[in-house]
């Protein structure tokens, strides 16, 4: 079972799925609950049997699917994946788990579990079509689930965010075809394993160019700084569950394929946008942190504060190093845990009250006391305090950044204290002060259904941050491979010299050549 | 006195007529018939219709056979010949077809059916089609081109609403006059080459040299303009969406994929030589209809009301999209213009069969066109399965993998990278993301809408029959698991046309 473990968590919930179309709608939220839990089981397994000291590729398959295109369906797992894939199963299943009554919940869990498959299938594809029909595939459940059960602009926020994806992923869709004509060029097959492309050296210019094209695939996903307006929408329109999996979950498959291609694949071009892109990330961060300061909306603080850390994630991506790349992945991960609460919390003061705007509340603190404590953790781990999650990750991707260049180290610093002012002044809104909101006076406090969701969460956010072990440990190696391998790979003296050489080359074909077998 | 002409029976290799004969035996069957009997249901002459395909689809698969062993054949004087080209577009044509003529078994009865003419027509068309894709010899090409479109017009015509007579009227007034261009085109090259046999034309030209550039220049607008008409290329795309509405559905289906395919192959064999003969002109020219063809029709899509105007702007944006294979001319793209137009073809014919089962025979008080976009509103809370499906064909056609249309469209989009055509590429690529966004409109109708003219989801299957609901989950089922079949076709597809020499 564990050699087809991978192509299980991708294809079982999509089963599920299926059968689900038979189960009745009274008892359809016990079915998804169910499914997911097995599902989360299984990644659990995924992780107990997965060996923390391989920093290649593990549990590969393989089968051909076009073989005279090159495109074969290839499956693996390192640890730069393995704990976003669990963080998807994770999530599903806390998502349908505090489910609010909402009508059609049988199509809504349906689609919450066709999307698990894709985000799966996503971050464990070693084939840049397969990848590719993933990533394109996730927009389908995404853009029903805004567009059905989306506030009044849904329609318009779920058009919008599906073609900007769409046309961002065509654009690398057209450099993914470049990649393997190159491949073709240099070795006479056709090839879309990305295992194969990275072994792939090619020329400067050529890098330059697919970096682009890549980029711009990526960079809407993420969403970094010129093309972030989709997200505000989606997330303003999205029922909570939405924007819980958006933000915690589809949002990384951006910062994770620059990881997994941009980066291995093209060094050299990374080098050379490394502060252009840092750049962006930092207005990224400062100028989505004061937009979040704008708000009104407590949602909408909440969506902004997520690109301003998502930003951060870039700024660890692009430092070309392992704490910096470490810490970015580590980051993702926080961030999911993060933000997701977050959505879950204001999904929570929603569903009692209908309106997410700030004015509306206040005294909170004192109607709600366990929300209140809830949100504060969060809040607190929102804006990087040590000894919560996010801390660790922001903490690891400055580092690594700082070796870079300290001006720009310095000035994403200080737009992280940006993001505690608008955290902490959204909090005191809410919160403090007396109950001017005669509507608020007898809201009840979070029931039994949201607390299962949200303690979790909280646990999470309070252990990894203190004991963040676990997790850097498998992370920290495969990146190590992944640096490495850039570093054998650069061409220009610049990016050998920005690039850490760690002592001995790690070869990661190696491994995952025997795995395969 | 002439001498008497001494040819033995073997040398005319009459083999190579056999599939072409096999649906005008069977249409002249039907109107036998129908003069012993007359009053016959339809269901007869549509199955007499799918033996006489199958027939026919075994002489092919038979010639396919023949063709792999020995090569090229030619017949009858040299003027049929049967290459991997003519194969691949006759099992497109017969394929195509064996999906379309079941789609007459409707519930409701329409006017046209009652005709055995009709069945008739129809197989004399394919007789037509085929004539037309196996010959390099142009006269034979316009026979074939003339024949299958006189019964193409009629059959429209049949349909018997005002509309469908104004589309008939259209379409005869646009085919005569491409059907004009078409003879001015092949006169420049005879008086050129003093040939009408592709083959030699390119030989000659080739001979000396293209040296009288002008009159080749010239043939080749007129035959790019005859042809660009029978493709819907734009500029000469003006009649499709008008010839589309009027038509039944299914018939519009039908017109979007069968004539075309034929048309591809004659522009195949009729550019490809001279986009290798290095003719800069006729280069930029392709080019610049491939783009405007792909952009422009996008771009009307994107302001239709009605489904169907939608789908016959969305098969015209298709037709340049794969026209742009044709411009390539490397036996990729070649071979991703016949894996696109098959893939295409099960999707189209499925979305216009959606389209068909619905089909009221009256148009309700409140609706001006046979399929708004408000019509399908809310249609997954009326009608589920349907609405699911009519969604996998839009998403399919705007390119989402896995289903069908993205394997053809990675295919093609790689060839134009590997052509050398980068910009082409990146434009292909801009315009399926502006083409999702009027597939997505009626996805967006039908699964985030509320229900407003029809609450009740039995209209969307009103026509359906156990026939029509086979065609379309086969259709279904071919879009949805087509990453399947992709590697055999595809290997099957390279292997014909690289043995043709394409």
């Known amino acids: 079972m564990l050699d087809n473990i991978l192509s299980i968590l991708i294809f079982f919930p999509a089963l599920a799925a299926i059968f689900g179309f038979a189960v009745h709608k009274d008892s359809m939220r016990a079915y998804g609950v169910s499914v997911s839990f097995i599902e989360f089981t299984l990644a659990l397994m995924l992780w107990f049997s997965f060996d923390s000291n391989v920093s290649g590729m593990q549990f590969m398959e393989q089968l051909p699917l076009v073989p005279a295109f090159g495109i074969n369906y290839i499956l693996g797992v390192d640890g730069i994946s393995l704990f976003i894939v669990i963080l998807a199963a994770f999530f599903t299943m806390i998502g349908i788990a505090s489910l609010s009554d909402t009508k059609d919940v049988k199509n809504m869990i349906i689609t919450l579990l066709f999307l698990q498959m894709t985000m799966v299938g996503v971050f464990v594809a070693l084939d840049a079509i397969v990848f590719y029909v993933f990533w394109e595939l996730s927009l389908v459940p995404m853009l029903y689930l805004i567009g059905a059960w989306g506030g009044p602009l849904r329609i318009y926020a779920s058009v919008k965010f599906f073609l900007y994806t769409f046309t961002g992923s065509l654009v690398m869709l057209v450099g993914m075809l470049f990649m393997a004509y190159f491949y073709f060029q240099a070795t006479g097959v056709w090839s879309f394993a990305i295992l194969d492309w990275y072994r792939l050296i090619l020329p400067e210019t050529f890098q330059l160019w697919l970096f682009a094209a890549f980029f711009f695939g990526f960079a809407i996903k993420v969403p970094m700084f010129p093309f972030h307006t989709w997200l505000p929408y989606a997330h303003g329109q999205a029922p909570t569950i939405g924007s819980v999996i958006l933000a915690a979950i589809l949002l990384k498959m951006g910062t994770y394929a620059f990881i997994r291609f941009s980066l291995p694949m093209f060094p050299d071009a990374a080098v050379f946008f490394m502060f252009p892109i840092a750049i962006i990330a930092i207005i990224m961060i400062v100028y989505t942190a004061m937009v979040a300061y704008a708000q009104e909306d407590v949602k909408q603080v909440v969506a902004y504060s997520s690109v301003s850390h998502m930003g951060v994630i870039i700024l660890g991506t692009f430092a070309l190093n392992v704490e910096g790349i470490t810490g970015s992945i580590f980051l993702m991960i926080a961030h999911g845990v993060v933000s997701g609460a977050l959505f879950l919390l204001v999904g929570v003061i929603y569903d009692r009250r209908h309106t997410k705007m700030m004015s509306e509340f206040g005294g909170l603190a004192s109607v709600m006391p366990r929300f209140a404590t809830i949100f504060g953790i969060m809040m607190m781990a929102s804006v990087g305090l040590p000894l919560t999650i996010n801390f660790v990750g922001e903490f690891l991707s400055l580092l690594g950044f700082y070796q870079q260049s300290h001006i720009l180290t310095l000035l994403a610093g200080i737009a992280i204290i940006v993001g505690a002012i608008y955290m902490l002044a959204a909090y005191k809104k809410m919160f403090f002060g007396e109950v001017t909101n005669e509507k608020n006076r007898n809201l009840p406090d979070v029931n039994k259904r949201e607390l299962i969701a949200l303690v979790p969460l909280v646990i999470i956010t309070v252990w990894l941050g203190i004991y963040p072990k676990p997790l850097l440990g498998p992370i920290n190696n495969s990146v190590e491979s992944v640096v490495q391998l850039m570093h054998d790979k650069a061409i220009t003296e610049e990016a050998k010299a920005r690039i850490p050489n760690l002592i001995e080359g790690i070869e990661i074909t190696k491994t995952t050549d025997t795995e395969a077998q | ?502």
Do not use: C
């Open chain 2, 1 to 502: 006195m002439l001498e008497p002409v001494n040819v033995s029976l073997e040398s005319l290799n009459l083999m190579t007529l056999a599939p072409m004969l096999i649906p005008i035996i069977g249409a002249l069957l039907i109107l036998v018939i129908d003069i012993f009997k007359s009053g016959l249901d339809k269901s007869l002459f549509v199955m007499i219709s799918i033996l006489f395909l199958l027939i026919d689809l075994g002489a092919i698969v038979e010639t396919a056979g023949i063709f792999t062993e020995n090569g090229t054949m030619m017949g009858v004087f040299d003027v049929m010949l049967i290459d991997g080209l003519a194969i691949l577009a006759q099992l497109i044509i017969v394929v195509a077809s064996l999906l379309f003529i079941p789609l007459a078994l409707t519930h409701k009865h329409f006017h046209e059916f009652a005709y055995p003419e009709f069945f008739a027509l129809f197989l004399f068309m394919l007789g037509g089609f085929q004539f037309m894709v196996a010959t390099d010899n142009l006269i034979l090409i316009f026979v074939g081109l003339e024949t299958a479109s006189l019964a193409l017009y009629t059959l429209i015509a049949m349909h018997n609403r005002d509309k469908s007579f104004e589309a008939a009227i259209k379409y005869f007034t646009m085919g005569a006059l491409s059907a004009g261009f078409f003879s001015f085109g092949s006169m420049v090259f005879y008086a050129l080459t003093g040939s009408i046999e592709i083959n030699q034309i390119a030989a000659v030209l080739g001979a000396n040299g293209f040296a009288d550039m002008g009159f080749v220049l010239v043939g080749v607008v007129f035959v790019l303009a005859a042809l660009g008409f029978k493709l819907s290329l734009v500029p000469f795309h003006t009649w499709a969406p008008d010839v589309y509405e009027g038509s039944s559905a299914s018939l519009a289906g039908f017109m979007s994929i069968v004539p075309k395919i034929a048309v591809f192959i004659v522009a195949m064999r009729m550019f490809e030589f001279l986009i290798h003969s290095g003719v800069v002109w006729l280069e930029v020219i392709l080019y610049i209809v491939v783009v405007v063809t792909m952009t422009m029709a996008n771009m009307w899509a994107l302001v239709q009301t009605d489904v169907k105007r939608m789908l016959a702007y969305s098969s015209i944006t298709h037709a340049g999209f794969v026209m742009a294979a044709i411009l390539i001319g490397t036996t990729q793209s070649n071979s991703a213009l016949f894996l696109y137009w098959i893939l295409f073809s099960f999707i189209n014919l499925g979305a216009f069969s959606m389209l068909w089962i619905s089909r009221q025979k009256h148009l309700p008080y409140h609706q001006y066109t046979d399929h708004s976009f408000e019509k399908f509103a809310g249609m997954i809370q009326t009608s589920p399965v349907a609405a699911t499906i009519m969604g996998v064909f839009m998403l399919s056609l705007a390119g989402i993998p896995p289903f069908a249309l993205f394997w053809g469209k990675i295919y093609l989009i790689s060839s134009a990278v590997t052509g050398g055509y980068t910009v082409l590429a990146f434009i292909m690529a801009l315009n399926s993301a502006v083409g999702a966004y009027y597939y997505l409109k009626l996805v967006v109708y039908m699964f985030m809408k509320e229900p407003v003219i029809n609450k009740d989801g039995h209209v969307f299957v009103a026509n359906a029959t156990t026939p029509l609901k086979t065609i379309i989950g086969f259709a279904a089922v071919g879009t949805i698991f087509a990453f399947l079949a992709v590697n055999p076709v595809l290997e099957f597809i390279t292997a014909l046309v690289y043995k043709s020499g394409y």
